[in-house]
C-alpha cells in the first residue's frame, strides 16, 4: 500500500506560463513514452512477479513509486503553465488591428485558445491523462509479460524513448524552471536506462537471457534459419553488410548468415464457404 | 515497392482444425506483440531513418518485408483452424442428452460457436486484425521514435514478447503441422532479437549509445542523480541488493548508489480558478 | 427534432431466453455491422448534407430515424435474452458431478456466467453498446464525407456487412420470436441496400458518378495508369483475368489494361537528423 | 511523491483457486467501474484542484494514494487465483473420454485455457489493466473537470457503479478468502460515496451548488425552460408523473413543469459545397 | 419507435461563421461531456430498465429522445460555422506580404486550414462524431449499470459536466446566434441536473438510496471501516478537517472518522512461474 | 510471400517543404480514408477467400501489395515535408518583434512547431501511422466480412472516400511534386473504384449479387416490408419523392413502396431485477 508527502520530488517552477508548452507537456504524461505508461508498466510488472527471487518485484516496486511523482510533478507543470496566459498576449490589445485582419477577425487570444481548447473547454485550465494531441493514454501499452527478461527490455525500451522525449521537451523549453524540472527527470531517466540493463546483467548477460524465453529448449525451434537475416529484395540484391549478417551471434550460440528469402511454403487453398455462413453462393461451390 | 509470391514462407497444415486453437492464433496476428505491429513498425521506423549510413534502412525494410509473410502465414493457419469443426464434435449427438442438460438446454457446438463468435459473426471463418479477446490492433503500438537505439530496444522488446507468445502457443498447440509453424517462427523471433542487439553492438554497446540519446549533452543532466536507485519505502527499509544498487553503472560513466528518495521540492499552490472558467464559485477566491 | 412511441417497430418476443444468443446479439447493436453505425451514420450524412436538392437529407434522416428504433428492438431483445437462466439450467442439479468434474469444480451456471460476465458486471443484465466480445462501439466507423456518392456506398457496405450479420444471426437462432424479429430486420436490409443504389443510379449510375468525386477534372489525374490494372507479382506471373483485366472500364472512360508494376522513382534519401531532435549522434553525420 | 509498504493494505488470501474468478475480478482493475480509474480520477482531479480552500486538494490525494493500494490487492488477487489450476481440474483424466466427446476432442484443461488465453498467452498468468473482456483501460474515462461539485458528482457516480460491481463479484465469489477481501472494498466504497457527497453538502448542497456551474450568472441562461421536463411522445401522451414533473425544483429556484416538446427552430439549409470540397458536382448548385 | 420533425428543437443562426468555433463546438457533440453521449446513456438506460414502475424507463426515454435533438442543433451549428471563411480573411490579401513571412511562406488561409484539417480533409465542412481534438466518441462512455440510483448519480454527473463544457463554449461565443442556441441548452442542461435528483429524492435520498446498492445487505460489508476516512500521509499528518472527516453520515447510519491508513495484509508471495509458461527459467525456481 | 524494391512505385520530390502539409498527408496514411486500411483490408479479404474460384484472391493480393507501396510513398513524402523549415521562417528575424506581440511573446518557430508537436516530440520528423489529427490508426477498419460481394462494395467505399481525400489533398497542395504524387494517386484510385464494381458486374451485377447475402433465401425475409421505404415523419408529411420511393427495384425482385412507418410491436416489459444483481430493492419488485 501507499503512503504521500505533498511535496514533490523536485521543484516545479513556471515563471513564463506557456500554455503552447503545457500541451507539449501532456506528451509526458500521456503519451506512450510518457510517465504514466512506466509507473503502471512497472507497477503489473512487480504485482505479477514470479519466482524465488523477491529482489525484482522489490525493484520494481521502488521505481513505480517514483515514476508516479513524476506524474505529478509534470501535472503540476501542466497547471502553471496555464496559470495565466503570458503578460504579453494580455495587453496585445495594441496589434488587434493587423492581428484581426490576418487571422480572420478573430483576436489573438481566441486564435491561442482555440489551439489549446482541450484544456479549456474539459479540465479548466489543468493536466489530463492525454498525449499532447489529446488522444487518451490506453492501458494496452502498459508491457508485462510475465517473461523478466522480456519486460526487462520493454522498459529499456521505454526510458529510452522516454529520455528522447524528455530530450526534446528541454530542447523547446524556454523557461528556466522548465529545464530545471527537466533536467531533473532526464536525470532519472538516465538511471532508469541502467538499472533494467543491470537486471540483464545480472542474469547472465546476452549469453544468459537469449533467446528469451530461456526456458524454451532451443534445440525444439528450427535450427536451419535461427540466425540467419533473412533478404527480401526482389531482384537478389544482397542486403549492405552489418554486424547482423555475417561472424559470431550475440549471445554465442550461433553464426549469423545471409539467406535470400523464398517460398518454402506453398499457396494455401481454404475450403468453401460453409452453406449457412452468410457467403455469396458462388463461395460455396 | 512491393512483390508477392502466393506462396508461403514457411509450410502451414492443419490436421485436425481446431476452432479454439484458431482463437489464440489472433494473438500473434493482432496482438500487441503479434506480427502486424512488428511488420509495421520496422516499416515506419525504415521509412523514417535519417542519417548518413543507409545500412539500417536497408536492414529494417527486409526484415519488415519478411514479417508481412508471417501475418500471412498466420492468418492462413487461423482460417485452416475454422475449415470444419472437428469431426467428434460434429458427430457428438451422441451425448446431447448430457451435454443438453449441463449446459443449460444448448447443444455442444452451440456453446463452442458462442465462444468464437467473432470468427462467425464478423468474418464468416477467416482471421482478422485483432487479438484474441477480439480487441482490434491499434497503431499507437507501432513504435518508431527518430531515434535509432531506442528503437532497437523497442524492437529487442517487441520480439522478446513475440518469442515468448510464440513459445506459448506451442505449448498449447495439439496439431502437427501448428508446431511445425510455430518451431520456424520461433526460430525466427530469435534471431530478430540477435539482430536489433547487434546495431546497438556496432553503435558501441552500452558504452557508446547510453545513455539514449547520446546526442544530448550529459553534462546538462542533473549531475547528483543520474546513476542513483531511488528507495521508496515509507519506513526507510533498504532496497534488496542488486547489480544496480552499487558497482559501476553499464555505460562506465558512473556509479550506481542508493538514495532514499525525500522531498526536494515543496507542495504546490496553483492560484485560484478564472472568473469565466466554469468553475464553482467557491474556487475563484 | 425527434419523437417517440414507446411501442416497438415490430415485436420483439422470447420464449426460451438464451444468453449466449443475447451475446451474440450485442454485435448487431455496437459491432461495425450493426445498427449503432448506420443509425448514427445516416443522421451525421443527413445533418451534413449541403447540395441544391434537399430530398437526399430527408432521405437520409427518414431512414436514420429508423434505424434507432432497430436499436431498441435489438436492446430489447438482449434484455429479453438474459431475463432468466432457461429452467434447464435453473434444475441443472442432478448433473452437477459430473460437470463439476468435467470443469473443474465449477458448477454448470459459474460457467456459463463466467462466459458472460459482463452482462452480469457492467449491465445487470441489460444490453451495452459493445459489440459480442465487449469491445465498445467506435464513433470513427460513422462514414460521412462530405461527397454525396462516396457515402453512399458507404451505406450499401454498412447494409452488406448489416445483412450478412442479420443472416448468420438468423441461421444461429433457435427461438421462434427471434427468427421472426431477424426475418424483418433481414428485409429491411435489403431494402436499404436498394436505396442507397438508387441514389447512385439517379444521379447517374456508373457514368454519372465515377470516378468519386467526379468534380475533380478528370484530365488532371495520371492518364497513362488511371484504368491499369497493376499485377505485383515478383516473377511476373500475369494476374488471372477478369472483368478488370480487360475491357472497357465500368464508366465507360476508359480501357481496363494489365500493367506489370515496377519502380517508377528512386530510393529515397532522407537527410540527416537535426542535431536539436533527440536523435543518436550518429544520424547526425 | 509517494511512498510504498510492501504489504497490502487489507488480507488477501485464496484457498481454491479459480480462474474464472480472476477473470471478473479484472472488471474491479480495468473496467470503467474499476480501481484505476478512481486511483488515476482522484489524483487528476487533485493535482488541478485550484481555488483558496486546500482541503479539497488535500483529500482528493489521501484518498487517491488509498486507491492505489486496491489496485494493488485485486491484481494480487487475479495472480492467486491463476496460482493453479483447482485440483479437481488436473486429475479429471477420469471425465476425459466424455468430455473429449463432448468438446470436440478437446481435453477440459484446454477448453478452460481456451477461455482464458489472454491471461495466459500475454501475462502469464498475472493481472493486466484490462477489464474482464479484455478490454484495455482508457484514460478518457478520468474524469477531472475543473468544476468541484461536477467532479464530486462523477465521484459518486464511480462509487456507485464501483460498490454495484463489487457487490456483484461478491455474489458471484465462492472462495471465503475473496469475499473477506471484497467485503472490505465494499466498505471502502460506501464511505467513499458518503464522502463525496459530504462535499457537495459543505459547498451548500443543492441549493449551494446548483444549477453547476454555479459562477454562471443564471439569469442568462433560457428562464423559459430551465424547470421544464420535456415531453416527447409523438402522439402527446403526456409523460408519466414524478417528482420532476411538478412542484419545486431540487435547487429551491424554480417550479418544475411539463413542456410538450414542439419544434422552436426551422429546418435548416446548408450552402451547397464549395467548388474545392470534393464533393459530387451535383451538390455544389 | 421513433419520428422527426426535420425542424429543430431551437433556432440555430450563424451571423459570422467562425471554423475555430465549430472545431470547438465538436466537444459539445463528441466529447465525453457531449450530447452524443448523454442521448445513448439515457436509452440504454431507459432500454434495461427493470423493475416494477415503468415511470423510471419513460423518464429515461422522454429525455433522451430529446437530446438527440440537442446532437442535431449542434452538428447544424458546426456546418454552418464552416459555411465560409469569414470575408475578412478572404480578403485579407493586402497583409499576405507579412504574413507570408511569419508563417513561413504559407498564406493564412492555409494555416487556418491546417488547424482544422479534418473538417476539411474528412468531412467536406460538416460535423462528426467527435470531440474538439478529432478523437472519436467511444461507447464505453455509456454508463448504464442496471442500478437505477447509480445510474441517476452517473446522469448527474454527466450533466454537471455538460453545462459545465456549454458555459465555456458560451463565454467563447462571439456570434450572438450561438450565444442564443447556447443559452437554451444551458437552460437544459438546468433542468437535467434537477431531475435526476429528483429520482434520488423521490427514491429516499440520501438514507433511501445508499450505500448503492441498498439491496446488499450492509451488515456484511466490513463494519469497522465503512465510515472511515483513511489518510494516507507518509508521516502521518492527519487530513484537514471537513464533513467527511467527522459527525454524522450522510445517509445518517454511522460517524465520519479518520483513520491513519495502515497495512492490514502482509506482503504477497505468488508461487513459481509454471515450466510452460514462457517465463525465464530463473523464475522457475 | 513478399519482396522489397527499395525504389519508390512513383517519384516522390518536395521542393518547398511543408509541415503543415506534412500533417495533412497523415490523413492518408492513418486516416479511415488512407492506404494502411485499403492495404490490410485487401490482404486480409485476400487471405481469408473462400470458394472455388481463385481469381478473386489473386486479384486482391496484386492490389494489397500495390498499397504497400502508397503507403511507403506517403510516408517518404511526410519525412520530405519535414526536411527542414522553409527558408522565410528560418530567416524570419526580421519579423520576429511584430509576431513575438501577436503571438504573445512566442516566436514563430515555437508557435509552428507547436501546431505540429507530435512529429517532433514522439518520431523525429518521420510519418507516423496515425491521422492528421495524431488518432491512431485502429484496425476495426479493415473489413473483411467473409461475403465477396459486400466485401467488393467495402472496398468501394473505401476507394471513393479515398480518392476524395486524394482530390483535398491535391487541391490543397502548393508544391509541384506533391501535385504530382498526388495526380498519380488519384489515378490509381480510379482504377480500384472500378475493378471491384467489375467484380460486381462479374458476378451478375446487381440482380445477381443483390440482396447481399445472396445464399439466404429470399422468401424467408419478411415479404411485406423488404421494398418499403420507411418514412418517419411524426405528422406524417411524405418523404420527398426520388428514384426509391416508387418503381422497380434496383434488383428487379421487388416494387419501390413508400410506408409511413407505425408500430406494430407493443412496449415492451422487462421483468424485475434479479434479488443478487446488485440493483436498487426498489427495481425488485
Excluded at 500500500?1 to 513564463?16: E, G
Excluded at 482555440?114 to 489543468?126: D, E, F, P
Excluded at 502498459?142 to 529510452?160: H, K
Amino acid at each position: 500500500m501507499f503512503y504521500i508527502d505533498k511535496r514533490l520530488q523536485y521543484p516545479v517552477k513556471v515563471t513564463n506560463p506557456d500554455p503552447q508548452f503545457a500541451r507539449m507537456l501532456q506528451q509526458a504524461i500521456g503519451g506512450v513514452e510518457g510517465e504514466i505508461r512506466v509507473a503502471m508498466q512497472y507497477f503489473f510488472q512487480g504485482w505479477g512477479a514470479r519466482g524465488p527471487n523477491p529482489k525484482y518485484r522489490d525493484m520494481l516496486l521502488h521505481t513505480a513509486t517514483e515514476e508516479l511523482g513524476h506524474i505529478e510533478m509534470l501535472a503540476t507543470a501542466v497547471a502553471l503553465n496555464l496559470e495565466k496566459a503570458p503578460a504579453s498576449l494580455q495587453e496585445a490589445g495594441a496589434v488587434d488591428a493587423v492581428v484581426g485582419a490576418v487571422m480572420g477577425g478573430e483576436n489573438p487570444r481566441h486564435v491561442l485558445e482555440g489551439m489549446l481548447h482541450r484544456h479549456i473547454l474539459s479540465t479548466g485550465m489543468a493536466a489530463y491523462p492525454a498525449n499532447s494531441d489529446g488522444v487518451p493514454f490506453d492501458m494496452s501499452h502498459i508491457y508485462a509479460s510475465g517473461n523478466l527478461a522480456a519486460d526487462m527490455y520493454c522498459n529499456v525500451a521505454a526510458e529510452s524513448t522516454g529520455r528522447v522525449l524528455a530530450v526534446r521537451l528541454y530542447n523547446a523549453a524556454h523557461d528556466q524552471g522548465m529545464k530545471d524540472m527537466l533536467h531533473f527527470m532526464i536525470a532519472r531517466d538516465t538511471m532508469h536506462q541502467q538499472q533494467w540493463l543491470a537486471v540483464i546483467e545480472e542474469l547472465g548477460g546476452h549469453e544468459g537471457v537469449l533467446p528469451i524465453p530461456n526456458s524454451f529448449p532451443q534445440e525444439m525451434e528450427d535450427q536451419t534459419h535461427n540466425y540467419d537475416f533473412f533478404a527480401s529484395a526482389a531482384d537478389g540484391t544482397p542486403p549492405m553488410p552489418g554486424r547482423w549478417t555475417g561472424g559470431p551471434s550475440m549471445d554465442g550460440k550461433g553464426e549469423f548468415t545471409v539467406f535470400q528469402n523464398v517460398p518454402l511454403g506453398e499457396e494455401p487453398n481454404l475450403g468453401p464457404a460453409r452453406p449457412d455462413s452468410g457467403a455469396q453462393k458462388e463461395q460455396m461451390g
